[in-house]
């Protein structure tokens, strides 16, 4: 028996659900959830499976989602609403009794300020309710720290440099979209870069430093240093690490509609008074950009996430790096979504049944790389994301 509940209807919901969904002999119930109960049916839809069972709920009332979760009675959810709601849906499974998952950490809505504190301070109450929660579990964060686990499991006795590398070489053929929740999106890129070097976190300036990068089947591209989560629980987790940092393609053309949105205060996040009326800028920014879940369509290239990694074995320095290209074309014909729904989507699916096979369980808040990669880098070549790996080869870093 796999009951789960799916918390959240957009791009990443859509390929959950799919997911999860072709995976029967698994989850064996299924709830999608979300804001917008039409959503959900057009999903329910898409898939083909009249079994799989629909809600509405707001995943900011805990009342509402404990009533849900009493409702429903899942063994674990999985929660691809917005980071804002973590909290609020972890109270809930603590109140219910349900496991939890989820694939970007908390972010207050009037801050942009991403650290897994407010999270983590949630373990011991998990630990003591005999509930797992797995924090993370997208691509990145989520792959790219199952990436660092298996290669220090298997190549490294000690990993010194850590390097993730996201590069989108898609091309959806508008003037100006983002793949993701454009709010969450456009919040990430904008706020100062950070990276870890020998025991310090080093701030720079927002995509102040970039280089070109090789992609494998892509070419150099312009690769910018960028603050993201993982960089927090990989160096706890790995205490070896003597710097760890983050870089993310971005073209031209995103960077100069990125600059005058930022100069004319469309990436704002407080609120103004408009007309009488309260609006935060950047959410009303996001209703008129193109929705990333209509992407998918013209959606060509592909894109390479991956981890570059220099460390000690047996004494000798060694390079691994070890990615996944994954086609938008591939990703729309399996699932109706473009290839970055798809990446997140695919390992979030892959953590619950995780969780379900019991390869996963551990009461208390856990982040990826704390639990054994093999058994999940074994489903990622099985469920769409096949892995490549290269010894010894020029990291560029
Ligand atoms: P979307 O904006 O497409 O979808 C978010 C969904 O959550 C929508 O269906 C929305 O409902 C629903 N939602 C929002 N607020 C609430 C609420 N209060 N109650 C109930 N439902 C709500 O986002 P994505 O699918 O692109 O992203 C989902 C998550 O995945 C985000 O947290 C994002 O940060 C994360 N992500 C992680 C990545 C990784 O690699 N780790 C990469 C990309 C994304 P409605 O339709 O009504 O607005």
């Known amino acids: ?42 999903i329910v839809k898409a898939i083909g499976n009249p079994n799989i069972k629909t809600a509405q709920v707001d995943a900011d009332n805990v009342d509402e989602l404990v009533a849900l979760f009493n409702d429903f009675k899942p063994e674990m959810v999985i929660n691809v609403a917005l980071p804002y709601q973590d909290l609020t849906i972890m109270e809930a499974c603590l109140k219910a009794g349900v496991n939890y998952l989820d694939t970007a950490n908390y972010e207050p809505k009037d801050e942009a300020h991403f650290e897994y504190s407010w999270q983590w301070a949630y373990h011991e109450r998990f630990k003591e309710a005999g509930l797992t929660a797995i924090l993370g579990c997208g691509f990145d964060p989520g792959v790219s720290g199952i990436y660092t686990a298996y290669a220090a499991k298997h190549y490294f006795d000690e990993i010194q440099y850590l390097d993730i590398v996201d590069c989108n070489a898609g091309n959806h053929h508008k003037a100006f979209a983002t793949n993701f929740n454009p709010e969450i999106n456009i919040r990430e890129i904008t706020q100062n870069g950070r990276y870890y070097e020998n025991g310090q976190w080093v701030t720079t300036g927002p995509l102040e430093i970039h280089k070109d990068l090789t992609y494998p089947n892509i070419g150099p591209r312009d690769s910018y240093l960028l603050y993201h989560e993982e960089l927090e629980s990989l160096v706890k987790n790995f205490p070896t690490i003597k710097r760890a940092r983050f870089w993310m393609t971005f073209g031209q053309e995103y960077l100069t509609h990125l600059r005058v949105i930022q100069n004319i205060g469309m990436a704002r996040i407080d609120e103004i008074d408009y007309n009488g009326q309260k609006i935060v800028p950047l959410q009303f920014l996001k209703a008129v950009l193109p929705n ?18 220099r460390g000690l074995k047996d004494g000798k320095e060694r390079t691994y790096y070890v990615y996944n290209n994954c086609s938008h074309e591939e990703a729309y014909k399996e699932t109706g979504m473009q290839g ?51 010894f010894d080869g020029n990291l560029e870093l």
């Not at 998918?296 to 996430?305: A, F, L, M, R, V």
């Open 340 to 390: 970055v729904s798809y990446t997140t989507g695919v390992p979030a699916m892959i953590g619950a049944m995780m969780f379900f096979k019991g390869e996963w369980k551990r009461p208390g808040v856990n982040n990826v790389e704390e639990f054994n990669p093999d058994p999940f880098m074994e489903q990622l070549n099985k469920q769409g994301l096949p892995w490549h790996e290269v």
């Open 292 to 309: 990333p879940q209509d992407l998918g369509e013209n959606y060509e290239g592909e894109t390479s996430i991956g981890c570059r990694i």
């Open 1 to 42: 028996m796999g009951r789960v509940l799916i918390i959240g209807a957009g791009g990443v919901g859509t390929v959950v659900a799919h997911k999860v969904a072709q995976n029967a002999d698994v989850f064996t119930d299924i709830m999608i959830a979300s804001r917008t109960k039409s959503k959900c049916d057009d």
